[in-house]
């Protein structure tokens, strides 16, 4: 079944490459990228299917074969566009050949939000390691958001969480349990409730907190969560996932650690950190393996079945990635910030 796929992500990229190549028009071209990046195209459906290949091996060599599309279609995009910008900027110089007033600026492109593309970008390395991706709702039960994940009514970690609750009441609900996910681990309940083991997943997502904002939080942010389920899992595998990732999304300069922590949904836990090629450390985000009570939860019995679980803020990536000051920048619309990425 992976040559199968292999072939298909081949031919699929054969024929956007050929799509490309074929576009006489700057317009044309921006709606063929339009249409081979959506997740209804040929390739976004390929991906979507990965979480059905069985082995892990041919899910890593699928995800690696999808990356190097998409990097063929982009480069390809780019040398296309480079063409057709020249020409038209040729045909506008021999038009107005005789007007030696007018000075036109050639029109912009625009592209996608800092926050966007961080996503986009760990999405594909997470893929490339054997990952699929889960989604899950925003507007969540205080079961799936707090009690599936070892904090019943009264854990003291629920004080750490802000919580924003709505009137809605789902049908046998019970009034003020219906609230905004203030993270999204409970992605990660409703992937154990829907799937069964292995599970190798990623979630990334809104999420909402009663915070105020200021240079380093926002009311609204966005999170990315890693769930392994599988026999024979170890803090071993964890810490070697997020050495992989390290390695993929900062580069070879740069290495991990883990320093012991606390989480009411892992046991034991850790917070991990990257360090820079400078030797400086930078905290990350949380992880450790999945504590026995959100298997059970889940429905997944910890006597057969291990795991491990990570989460990082995907915002705070992109704001280390980018130098950026100050994270309301990047929601204020000021166009000579966005101009800047």
Request: proline share 5%; hydrophobic share 40%.
């Amino acid at each position: 079944m992976i040559e199968q796929v292999l072939d298909e992500v081949s031919t699929v990229t054969d024929a956007a490459v050929a799509e490309i190549v074929a576009c006489d028009e700057l317009a044309t071209l921006d709606a063929v990228v339009s249409r081979h990046r959506s997740k209804k195209s040929g390739l976004g459906a390929i991906k979507s299917r990965l979480g059905s290949l069985d082995q892990v091996e041919d899910r890593k060599r699928a995800g690696a074969a999808v990356n190097e599309a998409y990097t063929r279609i982009e480069q390809a995009v780019e040398e296309r566009r480079a063409v057709l910008a020249d020409a038209a900027i040729n045909a506008t110089i021999d038009a107005e050949a005789m007007d030696l007033t007018e000075h036109r600026r050639p029109s912009t492109r625009g592209h996608l939000h800092l926050v966007t593309q961080a996503w986009e970008r760990l999405e594909d390395v997470f893929v490339g390691l054997g990952f699929t991706v889960a989604e899950g709702p925003e507007v969540e039960t205080d079961w799936h958001n707090f009690e599936a994940l070892n904090m019943s009514e009264g854990h003291p970690a629920r004080g750490e969480f802000d919580t924003l609750f709505v009137d809605h009441v789902p049908p046998g609900g019970t009034p003020g349990a219906t609230l905004l996910r203030t993270h999204t681990s409970p992605v990660q309940i409703r992937t154990m409730l829907t799937s069964e083991p292995p599970i190798y997943v990623i979630a990334p997502g809104r999420v909402f907190r009663r915070d105020t904002p200021d240079a380093t939080h926002m009311p609204v942010f966005h999170q990315i969560e890693g769930l392994v389920i599988d026999r024979g899992i170890s803090m071993a595998d964890l810490a070697g996932t997020i050495e992989a990732f390290t390695k993929e999304f900062f580069g070879a300069g740069f290495t991990s650690r883990l320093r012991p922590s606390y989480f009411p949904f892992t046991e034991p836990s850790a917070e991990f950190d990257i360090r820079r090629p400078d030797g400086s450390w930078l905290e990350l985000g949380g992880c450790g393996m999945v504590h026995p009570e959100v298997l059970r939860a889940g429905g997944i019995d910890p006597e057969e079945w291990s795991g491990f679980a990570f989460g990082f803020g995907i915002d705070r990536m992109a704001v280390m990635r980018h130098q950026v000051a100050d994270i309301r920048d990047m929601y204020s619309n000021d166009i000579r910030f966005i101009e800047q990425f």
